[in-house]
């Protein structure tokens, strides 16, 4: 599962069953989303043990974004056999400052600074 | 008329390192000119790092203070932008500017848009709640929300995370600039401390 444009990669490996947002996500709303949306929901409904979420390469990310990612947390956390694990980067300034939200809506959520 | 909410200094610019982009309405969707947000706000976050150089002896591991500074000058931007061409009156050929000013131990931002009349009232309760609640439950309860909802307009989190993760302090003034036709505008202030 992949969709890639010129400002941003998402893509799912189903051997590690990893999830990589890279680039810079600032799209003009949910609808505009939806594709990834869509690709994160496939992801939660074949409930893997654990998802690991990389966005190590994440560089940008708006608060449509922001939203986006967050429902998809909650959508993992009521899904009580899937452990998730959230890789981030502490070289991407607003990865240090956000991403500890995410904890917030999952305290089981890992949060790995790679 | 003008009134003013949150922490908003109405006094003439005391910086005079200041940087204005201006957009004249225009009849091109939003759509197609959605892009020039993220371009403008990534523009206005680079020429602040002249004015943070970075330090030789920096280690590597660290975030450095330019590249703080940029990343949440360009967020800020981005997201002001975002908000004041979604919520501009397009009907009321009223320009839409943002402006960056440079202080010593500071920066500050103003956006300036129209906002439809009927839309004022909504506007200022939301603004209300912002000024008079916990930002970190608002946040989160803004979230477990838009979760419950497939189809939200928009994800009400671009202020709050400017509150929340930047600890930005931010302010309204609404101006009504004509009475016939009706236009307002809005100014919305974040200051961040740097």
Same mark, same amino acid.
């Given at each position: 599962?992949?969709?890639?444009?010129?400002?941003?990669h998402?893509?799912?490996?189903?051997?590690?069953?990893?999830?990589?947002?890279?680039?810079?996500?600032?799209?003009?709303?949910?609808?505009?989303?939806?594709?990834?949306?869509?690709?994160?929901?496939?992801?939660?409904?074949m409930e893997p043990a654990l998802i690991s979420f990389n966005l190590t390469e994440l560089?940008?990310?708006?608060?449509?974004?922001?939203?986006?990612?967050?429902?998809?947390?909650?959508?993992?956390?009521?899904?009580?056999?899937?452990?998730?694990?959230?890789?981030?980067?502490q070289k991407i300034p607003w990865?240090?400052?956000s991403l500890k939200n995410l904890q917030r809506l999952m305290p089981n959520l890992q949060l790995e600074w790679l | 008329m003008t009134q003013l909410f949150?922490?908003? $200094?109405?006094? /003439?610019? &005391?910086?005079?390192?200041? %940087?204005?982009?201006?957009?004249s309405p225009s009849s091109v969707p939003l759509k197609q000119r959605w892009r020039n947000n993220g371009l403008s706000a990534d523009f206005m976050a680079d020429y602040l790092t002249t004015f943070f150089p970075t330090s030789d002896d920096a280690d590597n591991s660290i975030v450095s203070k330019q590249a703080e500074v940029k990343s949440a000058a360009g967020y800020i931007a981005n997201e002001l932008l975002e908000n004041a061409m979604?919520?501009?009156?397009?009907? $009321?050929?009223? /320009?839409? &500017?943002?402006?960056?000013? %440079?202080?010593?131990?500071?920066?500050?931002?103003?956006?300036?848009n129209s906002v439809f009349p009927k839309k004022v009232e909504n506007f200022l309760a939301?603004?209300?709640?912002?000024?008079?609640s916990d930002p970190q439950e608002l946040y989160l309860n803004q979230l477990e929300r838009n979760?419950?909802?497939?189809?939200?307009?928009?994800?009400?989190?671009?202020?709050?995370?400017?509150?929340?993760?930047?600890?930005?302090?931010?302010?309204?003034?609404?101006?009504?600039?004509?009475?016939?036709?009706?236009?307002?505008a809005v100014t919305t202030m974040v200051r961040l401390s740097v």
């Open positions: 599962m992949e969709i890639k444009t010129e400002d941003y998402v893509s799912y490996d189903t051997e590690t069953t990893t999830i990589y947002c890279r680039g810079s996500l600032r799209l003009s709303g949910m609808e505009e989303y939806t594709p990834i949306v869509q690709l994160f929901t496939q992801v939660v409904d560089q940008f990310l708006n608060s449509s974004g922001i939203n986006v990612l967050s429902k998809f947390i909650i959508k993992v956390r009521q899904k009580k056999k899937v452990q998730m694990v959230v890789q981030g980067s990865q240090g400052k | 949150g922490d908003f $200094s109405d006094e /003439p610019i &005391s910086s005079e390192e200041y %940087l204005i982009l201006g957009f979604k919520f501009n009156d397009e009907s $009321s050929q009223y /320009p839409v &500017s943002i402006q960056l000013q %440079l202080h010593d131990d500071h920066i500050v931002f103003c956006v300036t939301y603004i209300h709640k912002l000024t008079h979760a419950e909802e497939e189809n939200e307009s928009g994800s009400g989190l671009g202020l709050l995370t400017m509150i929340n993760d930047y600890m930005a302090k931010i302010g309204w003034k609404f101006e009504t600039i004509t009475e016939e036709p009706k236009v307002i």
